[in-house]
């Protein structure tokens, strides 16, 4: 079945630095990307949409020089928290659909903790 | 905006008990999708519903689809521990290209 690969699976930075995340479809071609924050014991917020080669779209209230996403290929989207502060702690989930591929395949998430 | 109301919250039962999820919303779906997610990891796809009135079975789980197509509902029977975590329903919009998260119930089954 559709794999999805999300590293890392936890990460601690310093309040101010940068974090990059990736996601990547092991087994299949992923046209399009999804990106979740979720908080403790919430539910999943999406927070950005992106197709392979363009520009990903943001949901409201989503600040997307804060968030920067990049999906320059088919099987790797990632995830930039820029001038990480500890509100940004949270826990990130990618998502990828395939053109072959009617499901949507999760990564295992990304605790994010700002210190 | 489509949104999905999920209920209950939150729920803590002994093992053995049944119980039911239910997902609603004003929306109409292409399809629903069930999950389950444990703590620290990316939600597992359950089921995918596609056609109104549609009933699926999964073991002790049981997943049906309105007729409308704008709610679903998840049983469990005979509730066990390992059945603990949070369920979250999500709709996929007829475009096919967003899901729509429910609220998530967070279940607990005690031995």
């Known amino acids: 079945g559709a794999v999805v690969s999300q590293h890392p699976s936890w990460v601690i930075c310093k309040s101010g630095t940068s974090v990059k995340i990736e996601c990547r479809s092991l087994?299949?071609?992923?046209?399009?990307m999804f990106w979740y924050r979720q908080f403790p014991k919430q539910s999943l917020m999406l927070m950005a949409t992106?197709?392979?080669?363009?520009?990903?779209?943001?949901e409201q209230g989503v600040e997307k020089d804060k968030f920067l996403i990049n999906h320059a290929s088919l099987t790797l989207s990632t995830l930039t928290v820029t001038s990480a502060h500890p509100e940004d702690s949270s826990f990130y989930i990618c998502s990828a659909r395939g053109l072959r591929t009617h499901g949507y395949t999760f990564g295992s998430g990304t605790r994010l903790t700002v210190v | 905006t489509q949104l999905l109301e999920q209920s209950p919250q939150f729920l803590s039962i002994q093992e053995g008990e049944n119980l039911t999820v239910y997902c609603n919303s004003s929306?109409?779906?292409?399809?629903l999708q069930w999950y389950r997610q444990e703590p620290g990891e990316g939600p597992v796809l359950l089921v995918t519903?596609?056609?109104?009135?549609e009933v699926k079975k999964l073991k002790r789980l049981t997943f049906q689809f309105g007729d409308a197509r704008k709610d679903s509902s998840l049983h469990i029977t005979a509730a066990q521990p390992g059945d603990t975590g949070l369920y979250l329903c999500?709709?996929?919009?007829?475009?096919?290209?967003?899901?729509?998260f429910g609220g998530g119930t967070r279940l607990m089954v005690k031995p």
């Open positions: 519903v596609v056609t109104g009135g």
């Open positions: 992106s197709n392979e080669g363009s520009k990903a779209t943001y």
């Open positions: 087994d299949f071609q992923a046209t399009t």
């Open positions: 929306s109409v779906f292409s399809s």
């Open positions: 999500a709709g996929q919009n007829n475009a096919g290209n967003m899901l729509t």
